[in-house]
């Protein structure tokens, strides 16, 4: 059972609002932060956000139509909201779901429109399945309150489009209900409308065949909220409740081993319903504590004496060569860009490290002022290398327990006559003095606190014969072992970034995932000792009609002109449901990938699949 820590008061004195709240608040995690939206006493909603370090200033939402319960989910790479309409000044849309989308850049919330037809008795609960905003609901009616699901995909954009479901039950349901995604299924929990309130929950399949169970023994409550993370060969839920008594206190359950465990009681008392989310690999708890009426929040480690930020300090040993381990990686890992075709991630560089990231791969080129920047492709990503060194140096200093490999290309403009990159990038790294520069796989214990470079371009004039792993032979949109007369160790790469196929958009797909399979497949079966593997599962394709960005390769897409509206997968799912298809430890290598926030399971499923202690 997870253990856990009360962290205090969420909001400062003196922010706009007292971040107390009369109803349940809404939490979601996105981005590398929390987000919590709540609706204040004085009937305004306010919102502020974890950025990993401390919590903002709580702001106003802003928009006077908006009131009542709010309720948060991630689609697509983006924050929704939808508050419930219930003070309309007038017009008559009294429970009417209204439905915003966090604008990141502005830093601000944007209205989309009503969700035709949605009416709520109470919040409701936002959650991402089979390639849809799923929203789950009390239906507002003067004859019953029961549970419906509609869904919302972004097309056409930018209002997107609401389309109801079916409906979940056919009898009264109490308080609030919470949804989470657990081995493909959604599981939807709600409390019956009876004296005892018990729980009972609704699984859905991918086809969205609803099996209804019996109530969860002994369980009853006011009001919920769940979520989960699907870790290596099993799934984790939490729900967090208010018993079913005048006190308010919070219960806590874990669902583990295919069952719910017996409720934990952390002596928290709360006012309204608990909100809970899971970010990384902790539950994050939220609620309005009963003593002070101020938002406190709690959290606990999701996987017990287990994190992503110190996950190589788990590993059973150490003393073995970096190519016996499963490690995750992102690909162009600072391209945090406007251009569609540039941009690869979204968090930075710490927040990917916090993530479980040990792999980074940077594009430099140079100024005529001898100034390394990081590029993708021409598109300059406004970082130097010298800020990107000092965020490494600072996480490793506090970070002892790590390591990273790092591979730099030569990418972006020509440099200037007379400047030359490779000297440059020497000078830089031999002066922060945490990089091993030999040019064989080290163990990962002898590396731990520093940097094993991966060279991507010729070390001329550099006078030196090693000078990190030399990975020049690169091969171009293929896959296969790198040679250079002995002189290379016995690297394999999977890198077919653009599939040659242009058929239709769900070919493209399928032929990367193939490769992805098929050198996954040769990694956890190779028998062949020091060989090491790094697999790309990033790709995009511009060379046809389909013009496919990382972002769609990463997370999925529907299919241009299917009439049946079919999501197909990305890399990130399809490879975390490769993962989750073997059974016991397996060594893949380097796994990197492009927007690693979309599935934060897979560097969960990547760590996990190396023997830990």
Known sequence: MPQWKIRGLISPSGSAGNANTPVKPAIASFQGGIYCLFLGQDSHLYWTHWNGTSWACSQIFGYPEASGYPSLGVYDGNLHALINAMNSQGQHREHDLLHYQFDVAANKWEALDYAPKLRSAGPATLIEHNGNLCCIYNIADAAETTLEMATWTASPRPTGTWKSQFRLNDYWTYGESSVFSLQKELRVLYTSQSPIRKIKQIRLDQNWKMVEENPLADFSCFGLSASSIDQYDQGLAFMVFQSNADTGEVGICTYSNEHWQPQQWPKIFSISTPAITIANDKVVMVWNERNTGNLAWADARAVADFSLETWMDRLRDDNQPLSSFSIPGTHESCSITWNPFASCQTLSITQQL???????????????????????????LDFTFDQILAEMTMWLNSHQTEAL???????????????????????????????????????????????????RFPNLPIPK????????????????????SGIVPDIWVQDLYEPLTSTSESAILDEKYAEIQKYLHTARTNTTTGRWFLHYISAQKIASIYLMSPWKFARGLYAFGDPSDNFLKGMNERTLDYLRSVQGPATYGVIMQDFTEIKPELNMNIVRSNPLR
């Not at 993530?355 to 001898?370: C, K, P, S, Y």
């Not at 440059?424 to 520093?450: F, H, M, Q, S």
């Not at 014969?465 to 250079?484: A, C, E, M, R, Y």
């Open 354 to 380: 916090n993530a479980g990231i040990r792999a980074l791969d940077f594009r430099l080129g140079i100024t005529e002022a001898n100034v390394l920047q990081l590029y993708h492709g021409r598109v300059f």
């Open 405 to 455: 490999i790092v591979q730099i290309k030569d990418e972006g403009p020509s440099p200037p006559p007379g400047i030359n990159l490779p000297t440059e990038v020497y000078n830089k790294i031999t002066e922060a003095g945490n990089w091993v520069l030999d040019n064989t796989i080290p163990n990962l214990r002898d590396i731990k606190g520093k940097i094993q470079l991966l060279r």
């Open 465 to 484: 014969s090693q000078f990190g792993i030399d990975v020049t032979p690169w091969p171009d949109n293929q896959s296969g072992p790198l040679h250079k």
